[in-house]
């Protein structure tokens, strides 16, 4: 019904950066808010950033002036700009999208999964 394609995620020093990419494909029209989720092994899932088509955003504390989520609503795509990563940063970030407006909780639509890890 919806298909959620990440991309951007790899190996990073501690202070660089990167930039996720997620493209939305299918009924796109029954979507009203993306976000990022992430996770690390043993530990439990995590909302690190999330916008409504209104606009509207919300992010974790951790990442707060460091991330920034935004969208491109002509090719369906949402981007995380990573900024200032460190260490703890690091885990598995999966695009979510949610037939809810909501910037809170999204669940109804995930991605595969990109892989970020961040050296010391």
């Known amino acids: 019904q919806v298909q959620l394609v990440e991309s951007g995620g790899g190996l990073v020093q501690a202070g660089g950066s990167l930039r996720l990419s997620c493209a939305a494909s299918?009924?796109?029209?029954?979507?009203?808010?993306m976000g990022w989720y992430r996770q690390a092994p043993g530990k439990q899932r995590e909302l690190v950033a999330a916008i409504t088509n209104g606009g509207r955003t919300n992010y974790v504390d951790s990442v707060k002036g460091r991330f920034t989520i935004s969208r491109y609503d002509a090719k369906n795509t949402v981007y995380l700009q990573m900024n200032s990563l460190k260490p703890e940063d690091t885990a598995v970030y999966y695009c979510?999208?949610?037939?809810?407006?909501?910037?809170?909780?999204?669940?109804?639509?995930w991605g595969q999964g990109t892989q970020v890890t961040v050296s010391s």
């Open positions: 979510a999208a949610d037939r809810r407006v909501t910037t809170t909780s999204l669940g109804d639509y």
């Open positions: 299918g009924r796109v029209f029954s979507i009203n808010a």
